[in-house]
């Protein structure tokens, strides 16, 4: 699976709706009415789910499926080089 399916799984799973209704550009805030401390549960499990490292204050200002990829995908090569 990649980066952008299990995130969209993941913030369905929070929202409460199916993944096929969220788009990579649907606004977690906006569309979806998450609170913040929801969002902030999606930056948890994101951090955890590709071992980022603590980057959760940065994935909580994200708010899209595009986004997380986005940060996750520019972060991965870097971290690898960690391991």
């Known amino acids: 699976m ?4 299990k995130v969209r799984n993941m913030v369905a799973n929070i929202a409460g709706v199916s ?3 969220i788009s990579d550009s649907t606004s977690f805030r906006n569309d ?9 549960k999606i930056g948890v499990d994101v951090d955890y789910e590709f071992k980022l490292g ?6 909580k200002l994200t708010d899209s499926v595009e986004e997380i990829s986005r940060f996750v995908s520019n972060d991965m090569p870097t971290l690898q080089r960690y391991k």
């Not at 979806?32 to 902030?40: C, D, F, H, T």
């Not at 603590?54 to 994935?59: A, C, F, I, P, T």
């Open 19 to 21: 993944a096929n209704s």
């Open 2 to 5: 990649d980066v952008q399916s």
């Open 54 to 59: 603590g980057s959760v204050e940065k994935l």
């Open 32 to 40: 979806l009415g998450l609170s913040e401390s929801q969002v902030l």
